[in-house]
């Protein structure tokens, strides 16, 4: 085996950190929106992550196939269940007046289920790379997602600043079950690289989905997800 530690993933990473670079530019500046407009993107998110973070991780976890990725996922999903992730969002959305109601669920509905149906293809090395997104673009999100919630009068930080630090060393241990994984894929058929970033893809929909709930334009011009999908 000639690849050394990483060379597979590199390329990939690089490609994620710049996924994530552009959400991250499309934010809203927090001091141009509306009240609701501030209540409704923390509403979404929690819509989005209460209920499907764990299951998503638990997919991946179905779908891989090595000793290192099985371990690496076992430990992030250990640490959610044991230290009540979801209830802890719970009271971060509650303490900002954000908990999400059925209007809110509505405006990522489609996206969503978008990504329930690619999840359920339970593809290992397609879900671990959209996890790895998804945990690096909480880490980078959890500052702005701070900000919103002091401005709508809370202080509670539990949720923004476990997440701003654990899941930098989550994005770390899923590129290494990544690399695990890609391991696993025979030489002689390699994966078409497109193909590897439908969930990141799907996934980076829904996260549009979220920051610009009408379909609003994205920094680079480009239609997002509601009028896209
Ligand atoms: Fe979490």
Redesign the pocket.
């Known amino acids: 085996m000639s690849a050394h530690k990483g060379s597979l993933t590199v390329p990939i990473q690089a490609s994620i950190d710049r996924t994530i670079d552009d959400l991250m530019v499309s934010l809203p500046d927090p001091d141009r929106l509306l009240p609701d407009e501030r209540r409704g993107l923390i509403a979404r998110y929690a819509a989005v ?1 209460e209920g499907n ?2 299951y998503w991780m638990t997919a991946a976890r179905l779908a891989v196939a090595s000793d290192e990725a099985k371990a690496i996922i076992e430990d992030n999903l250990r ?2 269940v044991r ?1 009540n ?2 209830g ?2 719970r009271r971060f959305a509650l303490a900002a007046h954000a908990a999400p109601t059925d209007s809110d669920a509505l405006a990522v509905y489609r996206n969503l289920e978008n990504v329930r149906l690619f999840v359920a293809r339970l593809s290992a090395v397609k879900i671990v790379l959209m996890m790895a997104f998804f945990e690096g673009f ?1 880490t980078r999100f959890m500052p702005y997602l701070a900000d919103l919630a002091a401005r709508q009068g809370s202080a509670e930080r539990e ?1 923004t600043d ?2 701003g630090v ?2 930098i060393v ?1 994005t770390e241990g899923l590129f290494r079950a990544l690399e695990a994984e890609m391991m696993l894929l025979r030489p002689d058929v390699p994966e078409p690289t497109t193909s590897l970033f439908t969930g990141v893809e799907t996934l980076q929909a829904l996260i549009q989905n979220v920051i610009h709930p009408h379909g609003a334009l994205v920094a680079d011009g480009a239609e997002s997800t509601a009028a896209a999908a």
Do not use: A, G
């Open positions: 992550l973070f764990i640490e959610e230290d992730h979801p802890m969002l909480i949720y476990v997440h654990v899941d989550h």
